[in-house]
């Protein structure tokens, strides 16, 4: 422990701290000496000022950017306890694992635990020999507890995925309309909320309800310029997700499928092609389920297919791709999904298929559901939003962010439509022929018989009801039947054409379609590039971080990646929480000779030089040994 210097002046201070603190740290000696960072990142400083000054804050950044450090720093360097709320107890204990590794004192306290085990955490929060306490928002709500937090000086609140205090969004939580009586509870301890979530209405929402309408509102642009974005049209949906998969060798990402059927068949293929593969959903055994999000976790190249029903509060920083095989919900719900990718900030992939049939099932989910007409109709507009993006010839970020009320000034490259774009042609006769032909069926029909009708087959079904009779049968015969299915599916987002999810996706005219019908409106259509994968697009291959390595360079960073599994599975901690990726990059290039050199290095702090340093020096010796 070290000794205090007598000072009247900072005495006060650092009895507030137990006395087992060095005095007053700044930001700065903490971001590099315990988290071995060289410099703050975006807004990160502006954050940490106003809450070291004893403001609050509402933190409005995009997964990824840095969020935990602009109130561990603080609370780190400000007298007393720093309280953090968070909603989910597998993410309190990723963190505090993470802290822990880095020399912080840090706890957390929820209902898994025993009464033993929170004794002791409360011992520690009255003897002042926590620095960070992480609870759920339950917790504060107890007596007990209260009143151990009475005895003790706070740093600050800080308010983890604070848009779960919203209804509007989807993570609502109703113990956290509660958090709104820390202001007066606790007066003059600065609070901060946090929370990536892109949606305008949710942001003013939190703010209300947290009674945090005097904070300073720092914000970034919500873009992840990491992802790369692919949606394609479903066509052999498995080789498809195996082709994507190829670009993704061992490396860890999440495959969502919207039923839990799916979810098990589609982990227990991949697993028949030799893919890592494991399955989660809601229904599981709770057993299983922690054991496959802790395998998730823990272990490397490892592929988790979920439900929704995974996802929220997961830090694993080295997610490199994300990949749906169904329609997401919304803008919203497929932006937050794909944002689980990438948080470490090397290049990372976000791939989509789907077809009409997603298209008719959520339509009839929606129509199905018990909710009021007025949110029926809301979550029809937010369906036919995601479709704009899914069918748009523009750049996918544009339109993403656009959704968020966003402008990105030109086209992303780094994007299906950008990297390989896509042509538009005049499809006003197009959708005329396909129109007319579902006027002719009488509008009972799905998108596969009508098109039958218009390439002229006689199937079954085109004999039994006389369609080869008809006028249009036949009429569409210059172009094949998967371009038709891509014409009815942009016709359908852009509502120029419905489904009736009540007769099986029959394809029935709107108001809108008149027009086009009567040759009033121009429609121009994307023409989808068919089979072309991105993969052959010239450029398109996603670069990595041991890309920038020369090859003996990158042959010392594939060691020093083994050397961290080994610590990893010894420590029984994710391999991240060693060092990330970029860190083994950044020794792999410095070839630290001495425990100063390794320090210099990005992410290596003075805890984790005291635990590992000495392993990763003897190996890059011994490289540099040739041994
Ligand atoms: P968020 O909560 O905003 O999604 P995190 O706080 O998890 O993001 O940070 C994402 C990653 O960025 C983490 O691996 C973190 O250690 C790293 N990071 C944060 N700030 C810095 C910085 N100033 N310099 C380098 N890396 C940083
Ligand atoms: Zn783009």
Redesign the pocket.
């Known amino acids: 422990m070290p000794s205090l210097p007598h000072l009247p002046d900072i005495l006060a201070e650092t009895s507030l701290h137990a006395g087992s603190e060095p005095l007053s740290r700044q930001p700065e000696d903490v971001?590099r000496t315990v988290?071995g960072?060289?410099?703050?990142?975006?807004l990160?400083r502006d954050v940490i000022d106003t809450v070291m000054a004893g403001r609050d804050a509402v933190?409005l950044?995009?997964?990824?950017?840095?969020?935990?450090?602009?109130y561990?720093i603080p609370a780190l360097c400000r007298p007393g306890l720093g309280i953090v709320i968070s909603p989910l107890i597998a993410l309190m204990k990723d963190q505090v694992g993470?802290l822990e590794a880095a020399g912080v004192r840090a706890a957390a306290l929820n209902s898994a635990l025993d009464p033993e085990a929170r004794e002791a955490v409360h011992g520690a929060i009255r003897d002042g020999s926590l620095e960070l306490l992480y609870v759920t928002p339950e917790r504060l709500g107890n007596e007990g507890f209260r009143r151990v937090l009475d005895t003790v000086p706070l740093a600050l609140f800080a308010i983890?995925e604070a848009h779960c205090v919203s209804q509007w969004g989807h993570d609502f939580r109703p113990e956290y309309l509660s958090l709104s009586l820390l202001a007066e509870r606790y007066p003059g301890v600065p609070r901060l909320a946090?929370t990536?979530t892109a949606d305008p209405h949710t942001r003013t929402d939190l703010r209300e309800r947290l009674r945090l309408d005097q904070a300073e509102v720092f914000q970034t642009s919500f873009d992840r310029p990491n992802i790369r974005y692919e949606i394609v049209e479903r066509s052999n949906q498995r080789q498809q997700l195996l082709a994507f998969l190829a670009r993704h060798k061992n490396e860890s990402g999440i495959v969502y499928c919207l039923s839990r059927a799916k979810v098990e068949e589609t982990a227990e293929w991949l697993c028949s092609k030799g893919i890592r593969a494991l399955p989660y959903h809601a229904g599981l055994d709770a057993g299983v389920r922690a054991a496959n999000q802790d395998a998730f976790l823990l272990h490397e190249g490892l592929c988790l297919v979920a439900t929704v029903a995974f996802g929220m509060g997961i830090?694993k920083?080295d997610v490199r791709f994300v990949a749906h095989l169904d329609l997401p919900a919304s803008v919203e719900a497929y932006y937050q999904e794909t944002g689980r990718a990438g948080?470490?900030?090397a290049p990372s992939e976000a791939f989509m298929a789907y077809g009409m049939a997603d298209v008719v099932q959520r339509r009839r989910m929606i129509a199905e559901g018990d909710a009021p007409e007025e949110i029926k109709r809301a979550e029809q507009a937010k369906l036919n939003a995601l479709l704009g993006i899914c069918e748009t010839a523009g750049c996918r970020r544009q339109g993403l962010l656009a959704h968020f009320g966003e402008t990105y000034p030109k086209p992303c490259g780094n994007c299906d439509t950008c990297l390989s774009p896509v042509d538009t042609f005049d499809g006003t006769e197009a959708a005329q022929k396909l129109m007319s032909a579902i006027y002719r069926t009488g509008q009972r029909f799905g998108a596969g018989h009508v098109i039958d009708v218009l390439t002229g087959k006689d199937t079954d079904k085109v004999t039994r009801f006389g369609h080869t009779a008809l006028s249009v049968y036949g009429i569409g015969q210059d172009m094949p039947a998967k371009a038709w299915q891509s014409v009815a599916r942009q016709l359908v987002a852009a509502g120029r054409l419905d489904v009736d999810h009540r007769n099986f996706g029959a394809l029935t005219l709107t108001e809108a379609s008149r027009a086009v019908l009567r040759g009033e409106e121009r429609v121009e259509l994307r023409r989808d590039r068919g089979a072309k994968s991105l993969k052959k697009a010239s450029g398109a291959r996603l670069a990595s971080i041991a890309d920038d390595l020369q090859a003996e360079d990158r042959y010392l960073f594939e060691r020093l990646r083994r050397l961290r599994t080994q610590i990893a599975r010894d420590n029984g901690i994710p391999p991240?929480v060693v060092f990330?990726d970029?860190t083994l990059a950044g020794i792999a290039l410095a070839r630290p000779g001495r425990p100063e050199d390794l320090l210099a290095v990005?992410?290596v702090g003075q805890s984790k030089l005291d635990k590992y340093g000495d392993a990763f020096l003897d190996l890059v010796a011994a490289f540099e040994a040739g041994v």
């Open positions: 971001l988290f960072y060289p410099a703050f990142r975006g990160q933190v950044f995009p997964t990824g950017a840095g969020k935990s450090l602009c561990q993470a983890d946090l990536a830090d920083p948080r470490d900030g991240y990330p970029a990005s992410g």
